[in-house]
Structure formats: structure tokens, C-alpha cells
């Protein structure tokens, strides 16, 4: 059974930055992070590949970050310049299978999850 925990939510104003971990009890090939408000889809913002292929979308290019490392077995997202929209719960999730670039932002692509870490950004 593969283990998720997220960390480093929390409170900020915007234009602040936030660092997100995302620990793992093994290394996993591919591994993402997905962020879902109230009354809102969940939606992928971040995805890495074994190869370390980056996948994000253009709603936060530029401005989140995903690395990995593996000797600590965490995942990291880095996000700089936060708006009030970037608000909701952000979510860390892996799959031990290939993923190509068409579904590393796919929620039904993953079958490990963690239990999510709230991110919340005042204007």
C-alpha cells in the first residue's frame, strides 16, 4: 500500500509564495498535484513524469513549480504569486504506471491519493 501526506498549506495574502511537500512511503514513477474548491472540479496543476517530464497548465505557468526528490521520497510544489483563485484544497497523487503527457493532468489517471493540504490566499 503506497502512503501520501501533504504538508506546508496554509494561509497567505496575495502575491505570497508557499511551499506544498508531498511525502511517500516508496518512489513512484509518476506522481501530480490536483487542487479542488468548494462547489468547483478537481483540477490538475502540476505533473511529473520518471523521466521528469514537467506537465502544467497555462493557469499557473509561470508561477507553480514541480520537482521531486528522491532520496527523500517527497514531491514539492512551489508557488509564487498567489491569487485569491488559487484558494482550495490541493491534493498529492501517484500511479505506478507510464503516464503520457495527454493524461499526467488526469484525475482518473491515479489510484493513490493523499488527504490534501488547504491552501488559502486573501486579497
Known amino acids: 500500500q503506497v502512503q501520501l501526506v501533504e504538508s506546508g498549506g496554509g494561509s497567505v495574502q496575495a502575491g505570497g509564495s508557499l511551499r506544498l511537500s508531498c511525502a511517500a512511503s516508496?518512489?513512484?514513477?509518476?506522481m501530480a498535484w490536483f487542487r479542488q474548491a468548494p462547489g468547483k472540479e478537481r483540477e490538475g496543476v502540476a505533473g511529473?513524469?520518471?523521466?521528469?517530464?514537467?506537465t502544467c497548465p497555462e493557469i499557473v505557468k509561470g508561477r507553480f513549480t514541480i520537482s521531486r526528490d528522491n532520496a527523500k521520497k517527497t514531491l514539492y510544489l512551489d508557488m509564487n504569486s498567489l491569487k485569491p483563485e488559487d484558494t482550495a484544497m490541493y491534493y498529492c497523487a501517484a500511479t505506478g504506471r507510464f503516464l503520457g503527457a495527454d493524461l499526467s493532468l488526469q484525475s482518473a489517471a491515479y489510484n493513490y491519493w493523499g488527504q490534501g493540504t488547504q491552501v488559502t490566499v486573501s486579497s
Open positions: 516508496t518512489v513512484i514513477y509518476s
Open positions: 511529473i513524469a520518471g523521466s521528469d517530464r514537467k
